[in-house]
């Protein structure tokens, strides 16, 4: 994959070239200070992955990324956890607190190498029919039958969503706000502007994430309150 790096500290564009030069597949085409100097670098350039500072001088790290295509993918670095939530807000692949270590470094570049083959390889997947415990995916010359029982969350990726069961992920063409229109409210329910869950799945849940199988799912804070209550009054109190 070809990667960028945009971060106005030089030590730490160097430390994050230094795990690119250790992680294979990866091919770093330049380093950059601040946001505008990367836009204009991306308007000549293909480029499948950045990774992105915040608080940078001019435009941050979060107002950058909304600007990005959906076909560059974006793992955020930074020094301020607290900025997390905020990522998700934005379709981030990752999230990775300075120092980097290598390991999760490389654990977000796989992550982030799957979603780039899943797009290159499904990019013309489609919704085609959505029924009342399933729906079909048009892949190729064949359809994908994905029952609702089976689902466990759908994660937003721009212009596309990826659907997750226990055994595979399938990536369609469709925005999370269109997909959500479609499914049934009381098994899907949004968790934030990147997740829907099916609530079914749902084995725990605290302020920050909700927990299916070994998945956490970050909570939005306009999403919480509402999640909250659908969870408590029927899965708790029904159940």
Do not use: W
């Not at 302020?207 to 909250?228: A, S, W």
């Amino acid at each position: 994959m070809r990667c960028i790096i945009v971060d106005d500290e030089p030590l730490a564009r160097k430390g994050i070239e230094l795990l690119i030069n250790k992680t294979e597949g990866l091919e770093m085409l330049g380093e950059f200070c601040d946001a505008s100097s990367a836009a204009a670098f991306l308007d000549d350039n293909n480029v499948d992955l950045i990774f992105l500072d915040i608080q940078m001088p001019g435009a941050n790290g979060i107002e950058f990324a909304k600007t990005i295509g959906s076909k560059t993918l974006v793992v955020f670095t930074t020094a301020y956890a607290e900025y997390a939530l905020d990522s998700y807000e934005v379709d981030a692949i990752d999230y990775l607190v300075k120092p980097v270590k290598l390991a999760r470094f490389q654990k977000a570049v796989s992550k982030a190498r799957s979603y780039f083959e899943m797009l290159a390889r499904d990019r013309h997947n489609r919704i085609e029919t959505v029924e009342n415990d399933y729906i079909f995916i048009k892949s190729d010359r064949k359809f994908i039958k994905v029952h609702f029982n089976d689902l466990l969350f759908i994660e937003g990726l721009r212009d596309y969503v990826v659907i997750h069961t226990a055994e595979r992920k399938v990536i369609t063409l469709i925005t999370l706000k269109n997909i959500q229109s479609r499914l049934p409210e009381n098994i899907f329910v949004r968790v934030s502007k990147s997740y829907i869950v099916n609530i079914k799945h749902v084995s725990s849940l605290d302020n920050n994430d909700v927990i299916i199988g070994k998945h956490e799912i970050p909570i939005g804070g306009t999403y919480r309150n509402e999640l909250f209550e659908r969870f408590i009054e029927k899965k708790i109190v029904q159940g």
